[in-house]
């Protein structure tokens, strides 16, 4: 709970409405975006960190380290109001990258931890409730967040609100760093990440999974980023009301959280993984017709659906995927084949969030209306 509130301020909605307070562009808020997915990239280094030490204690260390990083954050309300606004952007893509490398590091134990604690039955159950978790605390975060925009403003608002999310993200760690080590899942002694990944890769099932899941992380790291500023751009909306559709797409990953629970250990993880990923296609659709709607009514009922929509097809999708990969691997095989997983989901989710950045600047630089530009984005994402 205290980690899903502490990843809400430092790395969701939040930021990214700081940034486009201190006059961000479309190309910036893609590559701040895509941070959140070159994460992933930083997880061998984390593989070679746990040989000869506890896994439980290199994770929640790095992720004490990630929250640490985004403390210089908080001085960017002061470089604004200096006059240096530039600066204000440059410490919160510093800090985003610090807490990002350190989150990839850490990472490296997540599996093996949330692995230990599912167990071999009911583990779609277990997953589902970890993420259902997960979204009511973001929902909670969220709608707190929304009431505070909504009653105040201003940069040093968002300072505060950095602050208060490397105060909790420091508590969780410390709470981390207290659970029992996940023996049964590290890695054999001597064993050879490379060795593992080419006896891992002769499973078809598994080449079948990385080409689904590379290009669809691509797709799902568009739609997230860009949800935020198609509200704030293309219809004008508040920060307040943002945070709003925020709770509307947590929302959303509460229902798929709730129907895998109910399905999964039924039907099994690859179905539902071919249906969420179509309820994650038609989900873009609304967004490539983005309706003319001016600021009122219609405008927020056509909003709160839309991000309800993506956030149930997203995370039933992500939920599914993992709950099948977790299927068709080794226990043992867990950690090294983990950070596989990871690096293909960041390199497509990094890259369609800076990819969309830049396609979004490349449009308004040829005169394309914002319309436009964004229901081509999503058409892409479809």
Known sequence: ILNSVSFMLLSGNVP?????????????????????????????????????????????????????????????????????PGWGLVLILGGSLLFNIWRGIGLIGNNPVVGMLAGDRDRGAFLSNVQIANSMTAIAASAATMFVLGAWSGDMLYGALIGIGILAGSAASSILLGLPEPEAYRPPAGSSFAATVKEAWADPRLRRFVAVFAPLSFSAGTARTFIVTHARILYGQSP?????????????????????????????????????????????VPAVWSPAFAPGLQAFAFLALLNFIVGLGIAGEENAGQAYFFSIIKPEHMVDLAVVYFVVYGLGGALGSAAGGVFLDALSSVGAAPATSYRLLYLAAF
């Open 16 to 84: 990214t409405l700081f940034a486009l307070e201190l006059g961000a562009t479309g190309t910036y808020v893609g590559v701040l975006g895509s941070l959140n997915f070159i994460t992933y990239f930083f997880m061998p280094l984390g593989r070679r960190a746990i040989r000869g030490r506890p896994i439980i204690k290199v994770f929640g260390w790095s992720w004490m380290l990630r929250y640490w990083g985004m403390i210089p954050v908080i001085a960017a309300p002061f470089f604004a109001r200096a006059g240096m």
């Open 240 to 284: 307040g009301l943002v945070m709003a559709y925020s709770v509307a797409f947590n929302i959303g990953s509460v229902a798929a959280g709730y129907l895998s629970r109910k399905l999964m250990d039924r039907l099994g993880a690859k179905p539902m993984y071919v249906v969420f990923t179509a309820a994650a296609a038609l989900a873009t």
